[in-house]
């Protein structure tokens, strides 16, 4: 199945020379055949390019319909008569390199549409694209070749580097970004975070908020997700780091380059994150602890101290993976025993 | 307590002899009897309807001031004198029924509000009514007497079937979407889901998402909830399928008909669920399997491999319900120990 | 570091005299020294006042560059010659009161931007300020100085007491609010809950959903939060109680005064929470229970009954949370002995 044309403007079509080149891959094939779209090895057709990436789905080889494929040289092997390869030690990165040149994402189209509100003294970079009924506040700096979405807001005095993407009803404030950075629909960057004091009376006394959010290049930021302004330092997030649909990053919380966040982790007040560092979904980090760099937390774990550089850990309250995957072997023999433990 | 008419118009009477037709039920009492609106037993007056779906709450029968009560034919021996009753076998579901028909979901205005942005060649159907500050991309397909709420986006090509309802501030993009299908407010349905190569340099290249989001009829998505688009295939969610608030569902994921997600479910990427799969609060499937026909997953659980029909998981990790009640319940003996284990 | 001047007005300045007035604290230093901003020990300089609350942290008094401390009787004797400080039993609570002086959060404006889009029939207090392409509903009523932000929205009948603050996108709906509430950008309330029947069919038939929300004075409801109305009855928050990003409330739920809810918390419809219940980050809670007075609920734990006033809860199944802590340290060992248990 190719991308449908409702939504994905056609591709203009690449030779497998081309492909291979944009890939960094050996070709095995016609040069000059054309690849005009993408498309997985049980959906696409002879004028896609598909990949294979999983030992698991080299059986799809044989009966793929695809123009061509882009691999690994271990799967080569399995190639059929007849179906032209791309081979690289990479083959996920070089099919996403390839998709990308075919599918590029829309750029600016320079435009700023009549309903949008830009205080007069924004700086608006050239090119920049603003949508119907989005609203720039005072002072606001936006970088070459932004794209602000329909019904967005940039807040007063909010900076963003080149080539941001802030999408529809996103929010934004309190915020230097780089550039590159991306905000999915719905995103909340820069409120203020959660903070009090408890008065003689049993209320609450509102902590003012008084940081920032410094945003790296190229950090991503998923839809209906919030990153918090800092309390009185900021909250960091650093380069190329992505944050799914609907995490959530409190107050003063810091991270170190390339971080994954997958849906749904919520990262508590002043946490620091390390390099690298990758969460499944759900998991969460309670406050003020340290996770050193590549460190790993599972999906629904729920880490409660600080987390050692590599270290993989898992389970609520979290431990080190093995561990809590031994302990939870041995806890469902008790529950397999018909009279229990 | 009836409805506040400050926010719901006041409902026509009616006969207990049309509530019973509307509902299916036996009547017991004055056919000629009127009510006016609905309420729970412990605060509806004389003018209204209420129901008793649990023995639990069955005492309140010999208190309760409603006019009539619908229940079942087990419980019509609780009756009180003189306390009109609808008897069916499903009361819910009658009293469902007969709610709705004193007070029907807002009808569509027919009417465009001038502020907002519609392209020119999108298509709008009879009677449709769109919001104040709302946008509509190009080519987009509106079915008859749709709801476009106030601050919504249905972005370029989408496709709505007759009588959706977008409400405030949802997105919506890269869409096929059946009738009768809600978003509520916030809702985000289309953006790029979360899929990204990994450089040798050790950043991430963004994957192109080329899939879209296929809804069925009746399909309804919570409050700030979150459906990517497919990465190459798309995202299917079948016909009647019904979303709490803030659930995610993840690029590629496929469900039957009739599924129920409960709030702040998270579905991974490429999961696939049968018809009639439910999933409490905050439960959690990780990418890639399979939940058969009417498996259910309780809240908070987190599945980690492929789950037959009509199984029943607990836990994190999720194991056959059965067995993680006799775990726990065994763990939990070793806490109540004053010594520990 | 002071606050960035791109986004937080400079303060007039305090003199010790006046800030110690204000915390209600014991003066230690030059009444006339001056202080014009807040920050953290380790960044803090001359013209700013920082504070202690914490034994950890008392080391960074002989290195602070902090131009005066706010701290607890107990810790004064660790002060350095030479450093100003204020002394008072609630150091916390003295700092947040000292920094709304200097950084109050923003007045309102009093003016309505032009793009707004107001129903003649609504009524607005004296100073509002709406911000640009936001819409208030039919007969909504708006208290003196409140501030709807842009691009939100306020649904037809919507009552909000003096001081109400509705962030950028936020959404409010049949809802009777008190004074002083604040929606962050993105909350929802008021939207109808997850409510209906079973059809013989398989289907669902939706039951109206007809209450409405009641949120006491000074309620908060953060970031992309969602709070459904009630389905007959009503869904209500108690004076004082703050929810955190992405909180759920379902309806029908009910709270005391000064809850606190941490982000991405769940609460399942007809729950009732007495006063002063604390839910930690991501923790659940199903529906048709109560929670005590005081009840303190660990992060990610899942309550699935009443809980006593007072309870500590953790874990999930949630246990009393010493039950949990010694059931999970003897599942731990069972996960370190090499052989399994």
Redesign the interface.
């Known amino acids: 199945?190719a991308?449908?044309p409702?939504?994905?403007p056609a591709a203009a079509p690449l030779s497998l020379a081309e492909a291979a080149e944009i890939a960094g891959a050996t070709l095995r094939g016609d040069p000059a055949q054309r690849i005009q779209g993408?498309?997985?090895l049980h959906?696409a057709g002879p004028r896609e390019l598909s990949f294979l990436d999983n030992r698991r789905y080299a059986k799809l080889l044989a009966t793929t319909r695809a123009g061509a494929v882009v691999l690994a040289p271990e799967m080569a092997a399995s190639l059929p008569e007849g179906l032209a390869a791309l081979v690289t030690p990479?083959p996920?990165?070089g099919?996403?390199?390839i998709?990308?040149r075919?599918?590029p994402?829309p750029a600016p189209s320079g435009t700023i549409?009549p309903?949008a509100?830009i205080a007069p003294d924004a700086k608006l970079g050239a090119g920049v694209e603003v949508?119907?009924?989005a609203?720039i506040g005072a002072?606001a700096e936006i970088g070459d070749g932004c794209i602000i979405g329909?019904?967005a807001?940039v807040g007063?005095?909010v900076?963003l580097g080149e080539g941001c993407r802030i999408?529809?009803?996103a929010?934004i404030?309190?915020c230097i970004a780089g550039r590159g950075v991306v905000l999915?629909?719905?995103a909340?960057v820069g409120?203020?975070g959660?903070g009090?004091?408890?008065?003689?009376e049993?209320?609450?006394?509102?902590?003012?908020q008084?940081?920032?959010v410094l945003l790296g290049d190229?950090v991503e930021i998923?839809?209906?997700a919030?990153v918090?302004r800092g309390s009185?330092?900021d909250t960091v997030l650093g380069v190329?780091t992505?944050l799914?649909?609907?995490v959530?990053v409190?107050h003063n919380v810091r991270t170190g380059?390339?971080c994954?966040l997958?849906?749904?982790v919520?990262i508590?007040g002043s946490a620091t994150l390390g390099n690298?560092v990758q969460m499944g979904?759900?998991a969460?980090l309670?406050g003020h602890l340290t996770v050193g760099d590549g460190a790993q937390i599972s999906?629904?774990a729920?880490v409660m101290g600080d987390v050692a550089p590599g270290e993989r850990m898992a389970g609520?309250?979290a431990?080190p993976a093995?561990?809590?995957?031994?302990?939870?072997?041995?806890?469902?023999?008790?529950?397999?025993?018909p009279g229990?433990?």
Chains 1, 2, 3 share one sequence.
């Open positions: 199945m991308a449908d409702r939504f994905f993408v498309g997985p959906e990479q996920y990165l099919f996403a390199r998709a990308a075919l599918h994402a549409h309903t509100v949508g119907p009924q609203v002072g329909p019904l807001v007063a005095g900076v999408g529809p009803h929010s404030s309190h999915y629909p719905g909340r409120q203020e959660f009090f004091a408890v008065t003689p049993g209320g609450f006394f509102t902590m003012p008084l940081g920032r190229f998923g839809a209906n919030c918090d009185q330092s190329g992505r799914d649909n609907m959530q409190a380059r390339s994954v997958v849906a749904q919520g508590s690298g979904g759900q969460g309670t999906a629904q729920g609520s309250p431990w093995r561990e809590t995957l031994r302990a939870f072997a041995a806890l469902r023999r008790m529950g397999q025993k229990g433990a």
